[in-house]
Nanobody
Framework: QWQFVESGGGLVQPGGSLRLSCATS????????IGWFRQAPGKEREGVSC????????NYIDSVKGRFTISRDNPKKAVYLEMNSLKPEDTGVYYC??????????????????????WGQGTQVTVSS
């Protein structure tokens, strides 16, 4: 059973933009660190970005810094990933995931995904001309 539902993926040309959404109706997102991961064809899944539950701290992998922005709206039980200046190498299935930690003051986008125990089914992002 998937705890999150991702949406907003699709086909976009290089240089284009997409906004991914991650939502849940089952529980509140308060106290959860949320991360976005992606898996390109033939590659391992990698962390892309993360945000602490109050949104005070965010983190990105180097390849998306300055292009992607993570944000969250806890009352709406949603987390977003704004992706701009997309490149073909951004192609992949994007997943959101979460783990409970109300004490986290920061997070690492590249942190071991094993600590994330709530996942979505993913949304496909394809960047191609």
């Amino acid at each position: 059973q998937w705890q999150f539902v991702e949406s907003g993926g699709g086909l976009v040309q290089p240089g284009g933009s997409l906004r991914l959404s991650c939502a849940t109706s089952e529980f509140t997102l308060d106290s959860y660190v949320i991360g976005w991961f992606r898996q390109a064809p033939g590659k391992e899944r990698e962390g892309v970005s993360c945000v602490t539950w109050r949104g005070a701290s965010t983190n990105y992998i180097d390849s998306v810094k300055g292009r992607f922005t993570i944000s969250r709206d806890n009352p709406k039980k949603a987390v977003y990933l704004e992706m701009n200046s997309l490149k073909p190498e951004d192609t992949g299935v994007y997943y959101c995931a979460g783990f409970w930690n109300p004490y986290a003051t920061n997070c690492a986008a590249s942190e071991d995904e094993g600590q994330y125990d709530l996942w979505g089914q993913g949304t496909q992002v394809t960047v191609s001309s």
